[in-house]
């Protein structure tokens, strides 16, 4: 399984100032593609931090590591520094980097730019690193390759981050898991609890390797409990993936019905047959 983790820098995330919409946005992105996100860490601008963050994904052989913020012009800026802090490299102006700022200013008709040393900051990438195009904003993105690991560093504004992951992140991850597809259904479920659930739930996952089935409580209505769920697999084929969770639903729900509970609505797929 291809693992991918995600570093979110920025005090405002942990302050709760900023809600962190890029660790969910790239939660879901990278779901589709058929792979999932091993760990999310959300850190302060801090050098140290940053650095111990990535030391810990690499130490996990993830095989992408997405560093998001801190990409900008002022001090409190620092990842990329960090990013080479951690891998024992040093960070040097790149003159490609340069040159994709420079082009940004041109576009947008601000052609005698200064390089100032805060502009300059933002090409300051570390050594080894390839800088990343970015279409929407000013500083650039940087890819670095630590062993059998790529690790990204993007802007923390959601726009250039996303932009930058599309054109230059995703076609990479893409190419490593190969295409795979996702089957999912949501269903719910009324008059059966959580805790009668786990043993069935956890039965499929058994002998469904790899299968995603979660329960999500609903809360009560007129006393009867009511559990939304989701369930997915990745398969190589559509066909086999369709077909694999319907029958996970039907055990399920043949399950529940035997206990007492009943279907209640199911989104997208086939109809379910009903056991009991
Ligand atoms: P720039 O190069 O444009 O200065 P940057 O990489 O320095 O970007 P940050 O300074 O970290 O980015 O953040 C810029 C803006 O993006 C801030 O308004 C911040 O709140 C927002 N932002 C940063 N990280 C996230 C996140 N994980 N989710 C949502 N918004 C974020």
Redesign the pocket.
């Known amino acids: 399984l291809v693992r991918v983790e995600a570093i979110?820098?920025?005090k405002?995330?942990l302050t709760g100032r900023?809600?962190?919409?890029?660790?969910t946005w790239l939660g879901k992105r990278i779901t589709r593609l058929g792979t999932t996100i091993g760990e999310i860490t959300t850190v302060d601008d801090d050098l140290g931090e940053i650095s111990m963050a990535l030391r810990s994904s690499l130490s996990r052989s993830s095989d992408f590591v997405i560093v998001?913020?801190?990409?900008?012009?002022t001090p409190d800026?620092m990842t990329l520094r960090g990013v080479a802090m951690a891998v024992g490299r040093g960070v040097r102006v790149d003159q490609r980097a340069l040159a994709l700022m420079k082009d940004h200013y041109a576009r947008r008709g601000l052609g005698g730019v200064v390089f100032t040393e805060a502009r300059e900051k933002?090409a300051t990438i570390p050594e080894g690193s390839t800088p990343l195009r970015n279409d929407v904003?000013?500083?650039p993105g940087a890819k670095l390759e630590v062993g059998n690991s790529v690790v990204f560093c993007l802007?923390?504004?959601?726009s250039?981050m996303k932009s930058i992951f599309l054109s230059s992140v995703e076609p990479e991850i893409r190419g490593k898991v190969g295409t795979l597809h996702r089957s999912k259904t949501t269903f719910r479920l009324e008059g059966i609890f959580e805790s009668d659930l786990a043993p069935m739930i956890s039965k499929e996952l058994r002998e469904h390797p790899g299968s995603y089935i979660k329960s999500h409580p609903r809360g009560l209505r007129e006393g009867v409990s009511r559990i939304e769920m989701d369930v997915a697999v990745v398969r190589k084929e559509k066909r086999d993936g369709d077909a694999e969770v319907g029958e996970i639903v039907d055990h399920i729900v043949s399950r529940v019905v035997e206990k007492g509970g009943k279907l209640k609505q199911r989104k997208g797929g086939q109809p379910v047959r009903r056991g009991g």
């Open positions: 979110t820098v920025g405002e995330l900023t809600t962190n919409t890029n660790a998001v913020g801190g990409l900008g012009p800026d933002m904003g000013t500083a802007p923390g504004v959601p250039e």
